[in-house]
């Protein structure tokens, strides 16, 4: 058996994509001078390539012009446990990953004015980044317009798809019941003078 089995991964481009567009935060992951670099940053598509940006003091900035990068898009995971089938099970997780590599560059500032405006776009339904907005141009001392080019990628969707269909139904309603309780569990925890 291979480590990622057919039935849980995707190769579907179209697939892949809408899952970015629903879930666009993704942990950005490089290498440099041995050492592994770690930042969350929202990208959108735009003709096949991901564009985002990252703040200039974020460390990650100073070496990824011409970096390559691993992107991992999220959209949530799951302890299984047996207690929910009638079938004989042993406790899992499942999950839901896009997994991308590819070569970062930097960009213009007048493309990261766009790529901010379409990301608005495509996120807001209530408020519409206008290019005269006042503080966008204080943005560029802040920001970094960056794109990554796509060299490989696969979606880990990981729910039961090799049991039954009534286990799959289950199991995918397991993932979201246990995302929302689990989220209201931490929420709930949280309390601004913690920080």
Same mark, same amino acid.
């Given at each position: 058996m291979s480590y990622l089995p057919s039935h849980f991964t995707s190769k579907n481009w179209e697939s892949v994509k809408a899952f970015i567009e629903l879930f666009p935060l993704a942990t950005l992951i490089s290498l440099h001078n041995q050492e592994i670099f770690t930042s969350h940053i929202p990208f959108i598509i735009d003709n096949d390539k991901l564009v985002g940006h990252i703040n200039k003091e974020n460390p990650q900035f100073e070496h990824l012009h011409k970096s390559k990068v691993e992107l991992i898009f999220h959209a949530g995971d799951a302890y299984i446990s047996p207690s929910e089938f009638k079938t004989d099970e042993l406790p899992t997780f +499942?999950?839901?990953k896009?997994? *991308?590599?590819?070569?970062? +560059?930097?960009?213009?500032?007048?493309?990261?004015?766009?790529?901010?405006?379409?990301?608005?776009?495509?996120l807001d339904f209530n408020f519409k980044?206008?290019?005269?907005?006042?503080?966008?141009?204080? *943005?560029?001392?802040f920001i970094q317009g960056l794109e990554v080019s796509i060299e490989e990628f696969h979606g880990r969707f990981k729910m039961s798809q090799d049991k039954s269909e009534s286990h799959f139904n289950t199991a995918k309603t397991l993932l979201q019941q246990s995302q929302e309780e689990r989220l209201k569990l931490f929420l709930n925890s949280l309390s601004q003078s913690d920080y």
């Open positions: +499942n999950y839901a896009v997994h *991308l590599k590819g070569k970062a +560059n930097f960009i213009e500032e007048p493309k990261m004015v766009e790529s901010l405006i379409a990301m608005t776009n495509q980044l206008k290019p005269t907005h006042p503080k966008l141009p204080m *943005l560029k001392h």
